[in-house]
């Protein structure tokens, strides 16, 4: 049930997120953001101090798939029409995954991404092939693990602490290893389908298209401008900050008037939240002012949800390829599957994006495609 809300909770509070695009590229030459509303009025700035930001990954060896990987694995085992090639790679994926698994010596969770196929050609049967692989073990909603690493970098900020620390546990639903070690050895796994909600359905599909149209928008405009990578990724640094007033403004703007709309409330019970727990922290300044310096520091930035997510947003907004629409989505997978696993398998053009950026490196992470999959079996290889 509580997996269910995050669904509908994280559709709602991830458009402010993803919509912030359009804002920051009406400020993205400014040094501050003038931010007046109702609840607030006051100057977003940028920080200069970095806390030192130390994530814990599970002690066991973890591995994160794409989810175009795991539709291919379903069509193999269909038997349908691939390249001989690729059903070698496949199956052998396959095995090694449940091998490794069944031993105890590899985790493979999975994330909300059924986002990605539910209601799509096969759904049903790639619910089960990530359950198979992942024996139903699985990373919390985004949402959440963005909301519990802003609660821990609020915390920090409010202290001005040197370092934030984040636990693998914050990532996932329990001891993954210890739930591991509990079913490895279970003859069936028991998974839920898909949510199949047709409103959420529809608004997904509408946000996945309105996102990617408006970021492909985005990205020839700031091209025509000349906009640099640099100059982009501080505008990402501090969209949140900006998206906060907007929300608030909007959530404002419709209270005032009357009008009382489930999706604009759920998007504002992010910004809510935040302020509630900046209260309770006694954080200084107090209000709208202390959060929003917090969302426009280091604190925020150099966690590592943001953190990756600016900079691949920044690169897709500033290169010469046109967005795709399932890149916003992309982006947010990556940014929560590269700091917390050892090993991701992504598609080939975010492959050789993420190294790029040095994002593997970052944290620490082997990135592998389908067209360098073979680094990856050695590595696997070496599990057994």
């Keep these: 049930m509580l997996r269910e809300l995050w669904r509908v909770l994280g559709h709602a509070m991830q458009q402010w997120r993803m919509g912030k695009r359009a804002v920051c590229i009406n400020g993205m030459n400014a040094t501050c953001h003038e931010a007046q509303t109702g609840f607030l009025t006051t100057e977003v700035r940028l920080m200069s101090h970095v806390p030192t930001v130390r994530l814990e ?13 795991v539709i291919k694995l379903v069509k193999i085992e269909r038997g349908e029409a691939l390249q001989d090639i690729e059903v070698q790679r496949g199956k052998r994926l396959q095995k090694l995954i449940f091998d490794l698994g069944r031993a105890g010596k590899l985790l493979c969770p999975e994330s909300d991404q059924e986002e990605e196929y539910a209601a799509e050609r096969l759904d ?24 519990e690493q802003v609660s821990r970098g609020m915390q920090a900020f409010a202290k001005k602490a040197e370092s934030i620390d984040l636990p693998a546990s914050s990532y996932f639903h329990g001891d993954p290893v210890r739930r591991l070690e509990e079913v490895r050895h279970d003859r069936f796994v028991v998974s839920v389908g898909p949510l199949k909600s047709p409103d959420l359905l529809r608004r997904r599909a509408q946000s996945k298209a309105n996102i990617g149209r408006q970021w492909e928008q985005l ?4 091209r025509s401008k000349g906009q640099t990578y640099e100059r982009q990724l501080a505008v990402e640094q501090r969209g949140d900050a ?12 419709d209270i005032t008037s009357g009008r009382h709309d489930f999706w604009n409330f759920m998007a504002a019970t992010g910004p809510l939240m935040y302020r509630y727990f900046w209260r309770e922290l006694r954080g200084q300044p107090p209000k709208w002012e202390g959060i929003l310096q917090f969302f426009a520091s280091p604190y925020f930035s150099e966690l590592p ?23 916003p ?15 991701v398998l992504t598609d080939r ?8 950026l040095g994002l593997d490196k970052r944290c620490s992470t082997e990135v592998y495609s389908m067209s360098s999959i073979d680094g990856l079996f050695a590595a696997l290889e070496k599990l057994k």
Excluded: C, W
């Design 57 to 69: 990954k599970p002690y066991l060896p973890t591995l994160s798939l794409d989810t175009s990987v």
């Design 124 to 147: 049903d049967q790639v619910n089960g092939m990530f359950a198979r692989l992942s024996q139903g073990i699985s990373l919390n909603h985004r949402q959440g693990i963005y909301d």
């Design 219 to 222: 990205r020839q405009e700031l």
């Design 242 to 253: 900006i998206a906060i007033v907007e929300t608030l403004k909007k959530f404002e703007a």
């Design 305 to 327: 949800q943001p953190y990756v997510a600016s900079r691949m947003v920044a690169e897709l907004l500033t290169g010469n390829e046109p967005i795709a629409p399932s890149d």
């Design 329 to 343: 989505m992309d982006v947010d997978l990556l940014s929560v599957a590269l700091p917390i696993s050892h090993f």
């Design 349 to 356: 053009r975010m492959e050789l994006r993420v190294k790029k």
